[in-house]
């Protein structure tokens, strides 16, 4: 893995829970110092506090904090909700001009950004999920022709020190939403059932929960592990007429591929939405 450091001053505007996934990252492998972090919300001065004093970084929300910070930073990560990051660029654009942007914001697009920014800088649109906060992420991300080497190159490792991050063109970056984006929330929601019908067949709460989360991670460690297929595994584990091919046979009755395929394609799709609705903001914007 990619644990290059960085010589670059990343501030992160945004001061949530992503933004703090990815600087316990940037701190924990080393690819940043606490010096070189700047952190900034809109008002919640409670939780900059606690920030600096978890990692020793620097934050503010006064504006004269948000302009030095911006003003000093190579990288800002933009960390905000899809909803308030109009607003934000908007409000920032004279203080951006030789920054690389990263925006870590589902649905919002490389050429809503750069509209909204009102000049072409170099940006870095990305899709990371909810267990990068834990050093497991899986990101995919694709960069403006502006990007340069180096940059690009920091900002590889920056994701990479939460996880696996996969470059792509950004059109495949809402199936990266439907895969990886999405993909903790359906894996949560198989596991909610196997724990259900664990229970109403007369395991206590405790044992259903335990074994299927140990059965989780134990098959994806597998795949990892072996470098087999998921579905050569899938094969070596189902014994003709066993427990197994009675289990899958009913998941197929059900029609379970199609469903989880519809999903994955149908979460893609809901993200393009997302997107042209942030970008039709932009546009009614400017022109109320
Ligand atoms: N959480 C995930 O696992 C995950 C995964 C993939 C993508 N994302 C994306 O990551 C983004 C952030 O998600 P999150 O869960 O970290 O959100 P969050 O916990 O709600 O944090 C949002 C942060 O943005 C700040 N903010 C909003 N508007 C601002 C402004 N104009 N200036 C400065 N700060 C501003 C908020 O400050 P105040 O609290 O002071 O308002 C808050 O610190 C979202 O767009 C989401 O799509 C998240």
Redesign the pocket.
Known sequence: MNTKSTRFNICF???????EAIVRGLIERQIASPDQISM?????AG?LQELTERYGVRTG?RPEDKEAFLREADIIVL????K??I??LQ?ASQLIDRQLIIS???GLSISTMRKAIGQSVAIART????S??IGLGATGISFSKAVNVEQKSSALSMFQAIGIVHEVDEAQLDMVTGVS?SGPAYVYYFMEQMIAAGIEGGLSEEAAKQLTVQTVVGAAQMVVHTGEEPAQLRRKVTSPNGTTQAALETLDQLHFPEAVRKAVKRAAERAGEMGQAISDSLDTGAKG
Do not use: E, H, L, Q
């Open positions: 505007y945004g001061a949530g829970s992503m933004a900034m919300n809109r008002t919640n939780r929300n960390a905000m909700k899809p308030d990051a607003d934000a409000s870590v914001i589902a899709m990371p999920n909810t990068s906060t984006g």
